[in-house]
């Protein structure tokens, strides 16, 4: 019988979750955990969505994939940025790999695969897609087949709002779209890999985590949102009921991209970078107000950051920036002192914070595109950066561009299920591992240069 997988994409599924705090409610789940190989899994740097699946399914770091977060820099400007799409990924993906030797993939939902190109198989794009109106699957055929399953693909849905029981809705509402569209899919096509990955996972915990925790430092009981989360558990069990009933011959893979926790607050870089003299702004500034908005005296600024689950800092260096003020041999100088600077950066009552400031060359053997001078996780992640400039105090309780409970963490989870286990084996890996892994299974002999290792537990 020929080797098939079905990959099961649970963005920003927390181990704590999934193995500890909801295990006994989900029934398939457990089923599974008890037959695999599983642990934890670290994601890359930065752990956003945007690398780290790209990175997950292409065995690449950020740096040599350009990848560094849902927003780029265009070029060297001050306050212009893109989209990644599919076009930006130039590296091949574990699909390309399995095309080349006849295999045939299913791909649906890993972003950025939108617009859609052709692979030896179908296509369906993430949650960069526009509509449902746009081309967003290969072939263009696959898109009118879906409209005769659902009347309307959905993509995504805007978490940032007050309207709770709208986001709350819709999410369920999309991901019964996309069970619906997986259960058709799996069971009509001829597949030998199999990927689906769910966005609704990360919305729900983003804008219900303070409802679910009691640790929040905005814990707010309600009778029906405290629920939410375990709620959408429950759902996902369901759907993974239906992919043990509809593929029984195909090992399954349940994997996330990052981890999730709760939010304690957000960090406004820009003010703090102003405060220590990196910045200048002319005049009084509006709390809430962006970059393009402040009138910024860049013949005076140093340097200047984003905002973000991690904050993104740029120096405005000569004959880089178009008013770069920075002599490029002046550089370490300037990094050191930053780090330095925000190292020793304390929270709201003095306590200490864990911060990590890292170069793109620490992090990355290849730095492609356009990155920042410096990656910067707040307090290990716990913090958010706040890009947004004219607060009163450096440290807010809330996110700046709308209500968002959690932030991203280190580490997601990791299950490999197949019908020949007989116990569970607990083994802790690395996003890096996932691809060679796959290659493995497929008996493709994974490329000498990735950076992660084949998972021998799995393959025994």
């Known amino acids: 019988m020929n080797k098939r997988l ?57 740096g040599e994939l350009g990848l560094y977060g849902f927003r780029h820099r ?47 198989g179908w296509m369906i794009s993430g949650f960069l897609a526009p509509d449902d109106k746009s081309n967003y699957t290969y072939p263009l055929t696959l898109k009118y087949e879906i409209k005769k399953i659902v009347d309307e693909y959905i993509f995504d849905v805007p978490f940032r709002s007050e309207d709770r029981e709208w986001v709350l809705n819709n999410i369920f509402k999309m991901t019964d779209v996309h069970r619906k569209v997986v259960n058709y899919m799996m069971q009509r096509k001829k597949w030998d890999l199999f990927i689906y990955m769910e966005i609704g996972l990360d919305r729900v915990q983003h804008a219900f985590w303070k ?8 814990y707010t009981y309600h009778d029906k949102f405290s629920n939410a989360i375990l709620e959408y558990y429950i759902l996902l069990d369901e759907i993974l009921g239906d992919i043990i009933h509809n593929a029984p ?71 880089r920036e178009e008013n770069g003020v920075i002599e490029p041999e002046e550089v370490p100088n300037i990094i050191s002192r930053l780090r330095s600077d925000i190292l020793s ?12 400031v890292y170069t793109p060359s620490e992090l990355y053997k290849v730095v492609n595109g356009n990155p920042p001078d410096l990656l910067v996780y707040f307090d290990d992640l716990n913090w958010r950066s706040a890009g947004t400039f004219g607060y009163d105090d450096y440290y807010l309780p809330e996110n700046d561009t709308g209500p968002d409970d959690a932030v991203h963490d280190y580490n997601g ?9 007989r116990e569970s084996n607990k083994v802790d890996i690395r996003i890096y591992d996932i691809l060679p892994t796959i290659l493995k299974y497929f008996d493709i002999e994974p490329p000498s240069d990735l950076r992660g290792s084949v998972i021998g537990d799995v393959l025994r």
Do not use: Q
């Not at 990052?258 to 002319?282: Q, R, T």
């Not at 860049?298 to 905002?307: I, K, V």
């Open 6 to 62: 079905f990959i099961f994409g649970l963005d920003a599924a927390p181990p704590e979750l999934l193995f500890k705090k909801f295990r006994k409610r989900l029934r398939n789940f457990d089923k599974i955990l008890s037959k695999s190989v599983y642990g934890e899994m670290r994601s890359c740097d930065p752990p956003i969505t945007i690398p780290a699946w790209m990175v997950m399914m292409s065995g690449r770091e950020p």
């Open 413 to 421: 989870v990791f299950i490999w299920y197949s019908s020949k286990f």
């Open 211 to 218: 409802y679910m925790d009691e640790r929040h430092n905005r």
């Open 249 to 319: 011959d195909s090992d399954i893979l349940i994997v996330s991209d990052h981890g999730a926790k709760k939010m304690d607050g957000a960090f406004a870089v820009n003010d703090w970078l102003i405060e220590k003299g990196y910045l200048k702004a002319k005049g009084d500034v509006k709390p809430g107000s962006k970059i393009e908005d402040v009138d910024i005296d860049w013949s005076d600024t140093l340097a200047w950051g984003w905002g973000g689950y991690y904050a993104r800092i740029f120096l405005n260096i000569k004959d």
């Open 74 to 120: 265009k070029g060297f400007s001050y306050v212009d940025i893109k989209i990644p799409t599919s076009r930006d990924i130039k590296v091949d993906k574990v699909w390309d790999y399995l095309g080349r030797h006849n295999l045939k993939s299913f791909v649906m939902g890993i972003p950025p695969t939108y617009p859609p190109y052709p692979i030896n």
């Open 345 to 356: 950066i304390r929270g709201p009552n003095g306590e200490k914070w864990r911060n990590l």
